[in-house]
Protein backbone atom coordinates (compact mmCIF):
# COMPACT_ATOMS: atom_id res chain seq x y z
CA UNK A 1 0.00 0.00 0.00
CA UNK A 2 1.03 3.64 -0.60
CA UNK A 3 2.42 5.21 2.31
CA UNK A 4 2.21 8.78 0.89
CA UNK A 5 -0.03 10.04 -1.47
CA UNK A 6 0.41 12.98 -3.51
CA UNK A 7 -3.30 13.55 -5.75
CA UNK A 8 -1.76 16.15 -8.43
CA UNK A 9 0.89 15.17 -10.77
CA UNK A 10 0.92 19.28 -12.03
CA UNK A 11 -0.28 21.95 -10.85
CA UNK A 12 -0.35 25.91 -12.32
CA UNK A 13 -0.34 28.42 -10.22
CA UNK A 14 0.41 32.52 -11.04
CA UNK A 15 3.23 34.34 -9.66
CA UNK A 16 2.12 36.13 -6.39
CA UNK A 17 -0.54 34.14 -5.53
CA UNK A 18 -0.36 31.48 -2.78
CA UNK A 19 -0.83 27.04 -3.82
CA UNK A 20 -1.35 24.20 -1.50
CA UNK A 21 0.20 21.18 -2.36
CA UNK A 22 -1.52 18.04 -0.81
CA UNK A 23 0.13 15.40 0.98
CA UNK A 24 -1.71 12.37 2.73
CA UNK A 25 0.38 9.38 4.71
CA UNK A 26 -0.39 6.30 6.18
CA UNK A 27 1.22 5.04 9.38
CA UNK A 28 0.94 2.88 12.30
CA UNK A 29 3.37 4.61 14.04
CA UNK A 30 3.14 7.06 16.71
CA UNK A 31 6.49 8.73 16.39
CA UNK A 32 7.08 10.06 12.36
CA UNK A 33 8.33 13.18 10.81
CA UNK A 34 6.79 14.50 7.66
CA UNK A 35 9.46 16.27 4.86
CA UNK A 36 8.84 18.46 2.22
CA UNK A 37 11.18 18.33 -0.64
CA UNK A 38 11.68 20.39 -3.92
CA UNK A 39 13.37 19.08 -7.08
CA UNK A 40 14.09 22.15 -9.71
CA UNK A 41 14.95 20.46 -13.07
CA UNK A 42 18.68 20.66 -12.12
CA UNK A 43 17.73 17.26 -10.09
CA UNK A 44 19.02 17.99 -7.14
CA UNK A 45 16.97 17.30 -3.83
CA UNK A 46 16.42 20.85 -1.61
CA UNK A 47 15.01 19.99 2.02
CA UNK A 48 11.90 22.69 2.87
CA UNK A 49 10.21 21.99 5.95
CA UNK A 50 9.85 19.16 8.44
CA UNK A 51 6.75 18.46 11.11
CA UNK A 52 7.38 16.13 13.75
CA UNK A 53 3.95 14.12 14.70
CA UNK A 54 4.08 15.57 18.07
CA UNK A 55 4.25 18.81 16.88
CA UNK A 56 1.40 20.95 17.92
CA UNK A 57 1.97 23.61 16.08
CA UNK A 58 2.23 24.00 11.53
CA UNK A 59 5.67 24.45 10.81
CA UNK A 60 6.39 27.07 9.28
CA UNK A 61 9.78 28.28 7.15
CA UNK A 62 10.01 31.51 5.13
CA UNK A 63 7.33 31.25 2.35
CA UNK A 64 6.63 27.84 3.16
CA UNK A 65 4.34 26.38 5.76
CA UNK A 66 3.07 22.89 6.46
CA UNK A 67 -0.76 22.54 7.46
CA UNK A 68 -0.57 19.19 9.47
CA UNK A 69 -3.84 17.59 10.12
CA UNK A 70 -3.05 14.70 12.29
CA UNK A 71 -6.48 12.89 12.53
CA UNK A 72 -7.01 13.07 8.55
CA UNK A 73 -3.23 12.28 8.44
CA UNK A 74 -2.54 15.12 5.72
CA UNK A 75 0.49 17.42 5.42
CA UNK A 76 -0.44 19.86 2.72
CA UNK A 77 2.28 22.42 2.02
CA UNK A 78 1.35 25.75 1.31
CA UNK A 79 3.73 28.07 -0.73
CA UNK A 80 2.70 32.07 -0.20
CA UNK A 81 3.39 34.39 -2.72
CA UNK A 82 4.66 32.19 -5.52
CA UNK A 83 7.95 33.14 -8.13
CA UNK A 84 9.25 31.77 -10.65
CA UNK A 85 11.76 29.90 -9.41
CA UNK A 86 9.34 27.30 -7.34
CA UNK A 87 8.67 25.81 -10.63
CA UNK A 88 10.32 22.58 -9.62
CA UNK A 89 8.66 19.11 -8.54
CA UNK A 90 7.68 19.01 -4.96
CA UNK A 91 8.03 15.19 -3.02
CA UNK A 92 6.19 14.75 0.57
CA UNK A 93 8.07 12.18 2.37
CA UNK A 94 7.72 10.40 5.40
CA UNK A 95 10.40 9.15 8.27
CA UNK A 96 8.71 6.59 10.75
CA UNK A 97 10.28 4.20 12.93
CA UNK A 98 12.39 3.98 16.18
CA UNK A 99 14.99 6.23 16.74
CA UNK A 100 18.04 5.16 14.34
CA UNK A 101 16.80 1.94 13.64
CA UNK A 102 15.00 0.21 10.62
CA UNK A 103 14.25 3.60 9.71
CA UNK A 104 11.70 3.74 6.92
CA UNK A 105 12.47 7.12 4.95
CA UNK A 106 9.25 7.12 1.72
CA UNK A 107 8.56 9.35 -0.90
CA UNK A 108 5.26 9.93 -2.58
CA UNK A 109 5.20 10.44 -6.15
CA UNK A 110 5.63 13.95 -6.64
CA UNK A 111 3.54 16.82 -7.85
CA UNK A 112 4.86 18.92 -10.63
CA UNK A 113 4.24 22.69 -10.35
CA UNK A 114 4.41 25.08 -12.35
CA UNK A 115 4.51 28.85 -11.90
CA UNK A 116 3.14 31.32 -14.79
CA UNK A 117 3.87 35.03 -15.27
CA UNK B 1 26.57 21.71 -1.29
CA UNK B 2 24.88 18.89 0.52
CA UNK B 3 27.97 17.77 1.89
CA UNK B 4 27.11 14.05 0.61
CA UNK B 5 29.65 13.30 -2.41
CA UNK B 6 28.40 10.67 -5.14
CA UNK B 7 30.91 9.26 -7.53
CA UNK B 8 30.70 8.94 -10.58
CA UNK B 9 27.92 11.52 -11.63
CA UNK B 10 27.48 9.85 -15.14
CA UNK B 11 27.47 6.21 -16.12
CA UNK B 12 27.11 4.40 -19.26
CA UNK B 13 27.06 0.99 -19.61
CA UNK B 14 26.06 -2.13 -21.32
CA UNK B 15 23.35 -4.72 -20.38
CA UNK B 16 24.85 -7.47 -18.53
CA UNK B 17 27.41 -5.24 -16.89
CA UNK B 18 27.86 -4.38 -13.56
CA UNK B 19 28.82 -1.30 -11.73
CA UNK B 20 29.79 0.33 -8.50
CA UNK B 21 28.04 3.69 -6.94
CA UNK B 22 29.81 5.29 -4.53
CA UNK B 23 29.02 7.46 -1.58
CA UNK B 24 30.25 9.16 1.07
CA UNK B 25 27.91 10.97 3.87
CA UNK B 26 28.18 14.41 5.53
CA UNK B 27 30.84 14.25 8.00
CA UNK B 28 29.34 12.87 11.17
CA UNK B 29 26.29 11.83 9.52
CA UNK B 30 25.44 7.61 10.49
CA UNK B 31 22.94 6.76 8.49
CA UNK B 32 23.01 6.29 4.40
CA UNK B 33 19.96 5.77 2.53
CA UNK B 34 19.96 4.96 -1.29
CA UNK B 35 16.95 5.64 -3.58
CA UNK B 36 16.39 5.37 -6.97
CA UNK B 37 14.70 7.64 -9.45
CA UNK B 38 13.53 6.89 -13.06
CA UNK B 39 12.67 9.29 -15.67
CA UNK B 40 9.78 11.12 -14.64
CA UNK B 41 9.42 9.07 -11.36
CA UNK B 42 9.26 9.17 -7.73
CA UNK B 43 12.19 8.21 -5.44
CA UNK B 44 12.39 4.55 -4.63
CA UNK B 45 13.51 3.48 -1.49
CA UNK B 46 16.28 0.86 -1.77
CA UNK B 47 18.39 0.39 1.43
CA UNK B 48 18.96 2.32 4.46
CA UNK B 49 22.53 1.61 6.45
CA UNK B 50 23.19 3.03 10.07
CA UNK B 51 26.98 3.05 11.34
CA UNK B 52 27.66 0.16 9.17
CA UNK B 53 24.28 -1.94 9.27
CA UNK B 54 21.87 -3.00 7.51
CA UNK B 55 18.51 -1.41 9.30
CA UNK B 56 16.37 -1.02 6.57
CA UNK B 57 15.51 -3.03 2.81
CA UNK B 58 12.99 -1.30 0.07
CA UNK B 59 12.50 -2.04 -3.06
CA UNK B 60 15.78 -3.22 -3.76
CA UNK B 61 16.43 -6.24 -6.33
CA UNK B 62 18.58 -9.09 -6.19
CA UNK B 63 20.80 -8.16 -8.71
CA UNK B 64 21.36 -5.03 -6.42
CA UNK B 65 23.44 -4.80 -2.80
CA UNK B 66 25.08 -2.36 -1.12
CA UNK B 67 27.11 -2.13 1.82
CA UNK B 68 28.38 0.71 4.64
CA UNK B 69 32.15 0.69 5.63
CA UNK B 70 33.94 1.56 8.75
CA UNK B 71 34.53 4.77 7.52
CA UNK B 72 30.45 5.48 6.81
CA UNK B 73 31.04 5.70 2.68
CA UNK B 74 29.00 3.19 1.27
CA UNK B 75 28.67 1.81 -1.80
CA UNK B 76 25.58 0.30 -4.16
CA UNK B 77 26.36 -2.16 -5.99
CA UNK B 78 24.30 -2.86 -9.85
CA UNK B 79 24.82 -6.02 -11.65
CA UNK B 80 23.07 -7.74 -14.27
CA UNK B 81 22.40 -4.35 -15.34
CA UNK B 82 19.05 -4.10 -17.50
CA UNK B 83 17.62 -1.50 -19.86
CA UNK B 84 15.00 -0.55 -16.90
CA UNK B 85 17.90 0.10 -14.44
CA UNK B 86 18.52 3.24 -16.51
CA UNK B 87 17.40 5.80 -13.40
CA UNK B 88 19.66 8.81 -11.31
CA UNK B 89 20.41 6.58 -8.08
CA UNK B 90 20.72 9.43 -5.04
CA UNK B 91 22.19 9.10 -1.36
CA UNK B 92 21.27 10.68 1.05
CA UNK B 93 22.79 10.86 4.72
CA UNK B 94 21.32 11.98 8.02
CA UNK B 95 21.82 12.57 11.35
CA UNK B 96 19.99 10.78 14.15
CA UNK B 97 16.81 11.17 14.49
CA UNK B 98 15.57 12.57 18.09
CA UNK B 99 14.31 15.48 19.93
CA UNK B 100 15.13 18.38 18.93
CA UNK B 101 17.24 16.56 15.58
CA UNK B 102 14.51 17.10 12.60
CA UNK B 103 16.61 14.31 10.53
CA UNK B 104 16.01 15.21 7.42
CA UNK B 105 18.04 13.88 4.30
CA UNK B 106 20.95 15.40 2.83
CA UNK B 107 21.00 14.32 -0.55
CA UNK B 108 24.39 14.17 -2.88
CA UNK B 109 23.70 15.07 -6.80
CA UNK B 110 23.03 11.52 -7.79
CA UNK B 111 24.78 8.91 -10.07
CA UNK B 112 23.34 9.02 -13.59
CA UNK B 113 23.16 5.39 -15.14
CA UNK B 114 22.42 4.97 -18.79
CA UNK B 115 22.53 1.14 -19.49
CA UNK B 116 22.49 0.56 -22.96
Known amino acids: AQKITQTQPGMFVQEKEAVTLDCTYD???????LFWYKQPSSGEMIFLIYQGSYDEQNATEGRYSLNFQKARKSANLVISASQLGDSAMYFCAMREGPDNYGQNFVFGPGTRLSVLP | DSGVTQTPKHLITATGQRVTLRCSPR?????VYWYQQSLDQGLQFLIHYYNGEERAKGNILERFSAQQFPDLHSELNLSSLELGDSALYFC???????????????FGEGSRLTVL
Open chain 2, 27 to 31: SGDLS
Open chain 1, 27 to 33: TSDQSYG
Open chain 2, 92 to 106: ASSVAWGDRVTGELF
